[in-house]
């Protein structure tokens, strides 16, 4: 009759084994339960466990922890043996990886650079970031075919765990991590991989009672970038301290602004207003909130206040097809007047020649006669456009100034009218065996970002729309996909087998257990679900504890700087 043994260098005679070999960054705990020696014990080396001709070997093991029992028999000593994951606690890693400048594009050198630093070349594929994890581990060779290579993932590592870093871009991804029994790391896509082993069994489980699940998984986008062209007004600053169109200032000229020249407003009696109007009057423009913008993949928003639209300094196009080259800046374009801005010392002028045109049209470069030209800042806050000089044109009839007509080309995010939220996208999908109507799970990916730009007649009529609606939704099933995958996996199951089975994990195959006793050796495979074991923690309470012991980690190092920055704080700014 075939025996089932474990051995482990410098252990004489083991009385039982259990353990579990896990998915995940942390280490298999494996327990052995061995006569009192006098010979010592090594502190690491081969777990080797045995049924006639099956051998699993586990390499670098160490011992965890001793302990103390006592049955009936007399004193047994308990040993905790760690697999070899147990070093990778501690390489770090550090790195910025698929950043985007402040124009919102992505640092990448567009072919033209060879080199090799993110900071000329910061775009890296899944598959590099998962290289570069796992040669920090020291880990080599091993496999990352499964792993999906199609998505951006934005790091910023600074001496960040490694191994805590690659189970997160493996959560992600919907993949996890193994150990193969031929001492190799693998990364494995999540429900994919073998059904268990056709062989006789003595106990199977359908998992009836399966983890508690959301009704339905919902995927969220980043706030959805909006670009229009976006109808400007002139305004001033009243002596109240408000912002009004110039036509509802307090010190409105009672001829009205025709009477008054643009550069000394000699119109106005007041010195306080004259100065107001000097530095405000023509050369602040505030935007008119559009009625409805499209949004991506079909339908529209309403807006009903200017204080929904977060607006940006830079377009949503770039100079260039693809996310290579950075967005354009905002634009400024219409009617106003190009010619001798002298003219403006004097209500009444010559010609409305020098103005930029009698109609305003959309324009599709910045040498367009109509664009603006002259120099102005954001400011967002207040939703302004403010000019170096004074911008206006030419009444063609009375020849007297008047405000220009002007629009600004940029790109927005939008606010919930209702809830002040920002706008996204969003892909929800049921999830399979879910028990009772619940809330979606949210996940939010701030990395997808959906874009709409409306387009014009030429005379500024809504003409449809041009998006990226086709890959935003893409992006969103991918990882929507990635997400159901922890929920969505059928019949959860497991068996008990008789013997040591040499069976590696899979994406589907989450946790084997050997035990050897005195009623022999015994295998138990857990397909689609990880319920853990007497040694270790289910999967995905396994996950929660790391990500909180990670999150306690970081607050701890961040407690000397922030408690530096009190103190230089508290004594005036200086550091101590």
Request: net charge positive.
């Amino acid at each position: 009759m075939l025996q089932a043994l474990a051995s482990f260098p410098g252990v004489e005679r083991i009385v039982a084994f259990h353990g579990t070999l896990q998915q995940g960054r942390s280490p298999s705990v494996f327990q052995l339960t061995i006569a009192p020696q006098a010979r010592l014990i090594a502190g690491s080396g081969r777990l080797v466990l045995s049924f006639g001709a099956t051998r699993v070997v586990l390499a670098d093991c160490v011992v965890d922890s001793a302990s103390y029992q006592f049955d009936a028999g007399g004193y047994l000593v308990g040993l905790q043996i760690l697999d070899r994951r147990w070093k990778w606690r501690f390489p770090v890693i550090s790195g910025r990886y698929n950043q985007t400048d402040d124009a919102g594009a992505l640092i990448d050198s567009d072919g033209r650079s060879a080199a090799k630093s993110p900071l000329i070349n910061s775009r890296r594929t899944p598959r590099q970031l998962a290289r570069l994890l796992l040669e920090a581990l020291g880990e080599a060779p091993f496999s990352i075919a499964e792993l999906p290579n199609d998505a951006r993932i934005q790091t910023d590592w600074d001496h960040t765990p490694a191994a805590a870093a690659l189970a997160d871009l493996c959560d992600q991804l919907g993949c996890r991590i193994v150990l193969g029994l031929n001492n190799r790391i693998a990364l494995r896509r999540l429900g994919a991989g073998s059904a268990l082993p056709n062989l006789p069994f003595v106990d199977a489980q359908l998992e009836l009672n399966p983890d508690e699940r959301p009704s339905a998984i919902e995927i969220v986008s980043a706030p959805i970038l909006f670009q229009a062209d976006l109808e400007l007004e002139a305004v001033g600053l009243d002596t109240d301290g408000t912002i009004r169109p110039i036509d509802e200032l307090s010190y409105k000229p009672s001829r009205g602004w025709a009477a008054c020249d643009a550069r000394y407003f000699a119109g106005i009696a007041s010195a306080e207003s004259r100065q107001l109007a000097r530095e405000t009057v023509y050369r602040w423009y505030r935007i008119i909130a559009p009625s409805t913008v499209p949004l991506p993949g079909g339908g529209s928003m309403r807006v009903e206040d200017r204080r929904q639209i977060i607006v940006d300094s830079a377009q949503a196009e770039r100079d260039t097809d693809g996310d290579r080259q950075p967005r354009r800046p905002a634009w400024v374009f219409g009617i106003w007047y190009r010619g001798d801005m002298s003219l403006g010392v004097s209500s009444l002028v010559s010609s409305a020649d020098g103005n930029t045109g009698g109609t305003i049209r959309p324009i599709t470069t910045h040498r367009d006669a109509q664009f603006c030209d002259v120099p102005f800042s954001l400011d967002a806050a207040n939703h302004l456009i403010r000019f170096e000089q004074p911008i206006y044109r030419i009444d063609a009839t009375n020849h007297t100034l008047q405000s220009a007509s002007l629009r600004l080309r940029t790109g927005f995010r939008l606010r919930d009218y209702a809830t002040g939220a920002l706008r996204r996208a969003s892909l929800r999908k049921a999830v399979p065996g879910a028990r009772g109507a619940t809330r979606p799970l949210v996940v939010v990916r701030e990395e997808i970002e959906p874009m709409v730009r409306r387009k014009y007649s030429a005379s500024f009529a809504a003409n449809g729309s041009a998006d990226n609606h086709v890959e935003t939704e893409r992006l969103l099933q991918y990882h929507l996909a990635a997400q159901l995958a922890e929920f969505g996996l059928d019949d959860p199951s497991s068996k008990k087998y008789p013997g040591i089975l040499a069976i590696e994990l899979d994406g589907s195959l989450q946790a084997i257990t050997w035990d050897i006793g005195l009623r022999g050796g015994f295998t138990t495979i857990q397909r689609h679900q990880d319920r853990g074991s007497p040694t270790t923690l289910p999967y995905r309470l396994r996950r929660q504890m790391e990500r909180q012991r990670e999150a306690d980690d970081r607050a701890a190092m961040a407690l000397p700087r922030i408690n530096r920055e009190l103190r230089a704080k508290s004594s005036g700014g200086k550091s101590l």
